[in-house]
């Protein structure tokens, strides 16, 4: 028996976001598991690199050799990237009804170009909403861990991740910071706690959001 894919009104559109190490990828795949059950249609995609112009500039952003960039010119990257990415993917799908689950979104830049590399917020967030037509998430997954403990889980880094652990810090506190702004648009969880843990507080939200659709 085939089942047709249950479709929402205007879409639902996720985005995890949160330091280095932090699981996003784990959770966003078990994530998609659990709504597809649902029968609905879930797109997963990933900030910088979700479209083909974007991995171009991804591999031009993260690989260590292209070296030192001006913070204004990698805030310009990332939002070029994130502009391509609303327009030929995530849009789209909305507009079809599906879920998006997003591997990072405008908090990024918000974390790494303005806390981190110190660009004034105000600036980075009015180029990603220029980038996005306006567009935001329904809500925001924030999986907050130490880099002291989400950088030991991998080995070898790329452009950002080899960066300072005071820059890492400043981007853990920014995450904190907007869901602290915003909380009914976010969902805070520590990333420390067993991955089965973390999968059952984002489905417990989940859940309230797919009642409110
Ligand atoms: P990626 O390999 O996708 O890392 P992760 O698995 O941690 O998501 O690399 C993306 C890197 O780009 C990561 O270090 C965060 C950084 N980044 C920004 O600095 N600004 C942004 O707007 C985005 C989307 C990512």
Redesign the pocket.
């Known amino acids: 028996m085939t089942t047709e894919a249950s479709s929402l009104p205007t879409g639902i559109f996720v985005v995890f976001e949160g ?2 190490g932090s699981g ?2 784990t959770q966003i795949a078990r994530l998609a598991a659990f709504m597809r059950a649902k029968n609905l249609t879930v797109v997963t995609t ?4 979700g479209t083909v112009v974007g991995q171009s500039i991804r591999a031009l ?2 690989d260590p050799a292209t070296g030192e960039l001006s913070p204004r010119t ?1 805030a310009l990257l ?1 939002a070029a ?2 502009a391509e990415h609303v327009a030929a993917v995530i849009a789209p799908a909305l507009s079809n009804g599906d879920v998006v689950l997003s ?3 405008i908090d ?2 918000l974390a ?2 303005g806390a ?1 590399r110190e660009l004034k917020l105000d600036d980075v967030a009015l180029l990603s909403q220029w980038a996005t037509d306006s567009l935001v998430p329904d809500l925001t997954v924030v999986l907050d861990i130490d880099p002291r403990v989400g950088m030991s889980r991998f080995e070898g880094a ?1 452009r ?2 080899a960066l300072s652990l005071d820059f890492h810090d400043r981007v853990r506190q920014g995450f904190l910071d907007l869901a602290a702004h915003e909380p009914s648009r976010y969902l805070v969880v520590d990333a420390t706690q067993s991955p089965d843990v973390v999968e059952s507080l984002i489905q417990a939200r989940i859940v309230e959001l797919l009642d409110q659709a």
Do not use: A
Not at 46 to 49: A, F, Y
């Open positions: 330091g280095e996003k990828t990933r900030e910088p690199g952003l993260l990698e990332y990237d994130r591997d990072r979104y990024s830049s790494y170009q981190g790329d950002l991740e």
